[in-house]
């Protein structure tokens, strides 16, 4: 991609990667339940949030480099992360729903990662082993960018960056406004339902596709 130079055409572009973005990432999904969860727990939310930013920057550059085309073309690939995800989903969720029939409030409440290590091997694990990531930033929105004028594109990639910084930022560091309500062990045990319940379905759209074919 070229440097950038901002031009009345860049302001679109950006807006449009800007809102495309957020369009794809604001949703119930295992990443954002896990960034939430550090949030409500005060627990390295710097480290989780900006290893969720850098990895959907990364890979919507690559996809907007051209990646988009290279790994669409791949149904080896696609069939490996479904099943990689698909079985992380399924242990994941399990735990969270057996953990939800315990009660805890917000400060006793466990499955947090210990370390600021730990915390980042499960949003590595939640980030790169989810199919849907590589859909959204490179697929959809690699493709989408890759149709910019090629001095355009960096402003694109800048936009759709920043949706997601604007997206985990506010849903990490502004989790801590709800802390008071998650004070009581009932919030915690319907969050971790709800959390346990939707990894568990999103497994269920993943595993099929890992044998799709066979």
Same mark, same amino acid.
């Given at each position: 991609?070229?440097?950038?130079?901002?031009?009345?055409?860049?302001?679109?572009?950006?807006?449009?990667?800007?809102?495309?973005?957020?369009?794809? /990432?604001?949703? /119930?999904? %295992?990443?954002? %339940?896990?960034?939430?969860?550090?949030?409500?727990?005060?627990?390295?939310?710097?480290?989780?949030?900006?290893?969720?930013?850098?990895?959907?920057?990364?890979?919507?550059?690559?996809?907007?480099?051209?990646?988009?085309?290279?790994?669409?073309?791949?149904?080896?690939?696609?069939?490996?992360?479904?099943?990689?995800?698909?079985?992380?989903?399924?242990?994941?969720?399990?735990?969270?729903?057996?953990?939800? *029939?315990?009660?805890?409030?917000?400060?006793?409440?466990?499955?947090?990662?210990?370390?600021?290590?730990?915390?980042?091997?499960?949003?590595?694990?939640?980030?790169?082993?989810?199919?849907?990531?590589?859909?959204? =930033?490179?697929?959809?929105?690699?493709?989408?960018?890759?149709?910019?004028? =090629?001095?355009?594109?960096?402003?694109?990639?800048?936009?759709?960056?920043?949706?997601?910084? /604007?997206?985990? =930022?506010?849903?990490?560091?502004?989790?801590?406004?709800?802390?008071?309500?998650?004070? *009581?062990?009932?919030?915690?045990?319907?969050?971790?339902?709800?959390?346990?319940?939707?990894?568990?379905?999103?497994?269920?759209?993943?595993?099929?596709?890992?044998?799709?074919?066979?």
């Amino acid at each position: 991609m070229e440097s950038m130079k901002f031009s009345m055409q860049a302001l679109p572009v950006f807006v449009q990667g800007l809102t495309l973005s957020l369009g794809l /990432i604001v949703a /119930i999904g %295992a990443q954002n %339940a896990f960034v939430l969860r550090q949030g409500l727990r005060r627990e390295h939310v710097l480290g989780v949030v900006l290893f969720c930013v850098l990895a959907d920057v990364v890979m919507m550059a690559a996809g907007v480099a051209g990646m988009a085309s290279a790994l669409s073309a791949s149904a080896f690939v696609a069939r490996t992360l479904a099943l990689a995800g698909g079985l992380f989903l399924v242990v994941y969720g399990a735990r969270t729903l057996l953990r939800a *029939r315990r009660a805890a409030s917000l400060h006793a409440a466990g499955g947090g990662a210990a370390t600021l290590r730990g915390a980042l091997a499960q949003a590595a694990a939640f980030t790169l082993l989810n199919p849907h990531f590589y859909l959204d =930033t490179v697929l959809l929105i690699g493709n989408v960018g890759g149709q910019q004028p =090629t001095a355009l594109r960096a402003w694109f990639v800048a936009g759709a960056g920043s949706g997601s910084v /604007i997206w985990f =930022t506010s849903l990490g560091f502004g989790a801590r406004w709800l802390a008071p309500w998650f004070a *009581r062990p009932r919030a915690w045990q319907w969050l971790d339902a709800l959390t346990g319940t939707t990894m568990c379905a999103l497994s269920l759209t993943l595993l099929p596709r890992a044998f799709h074919g066979f």
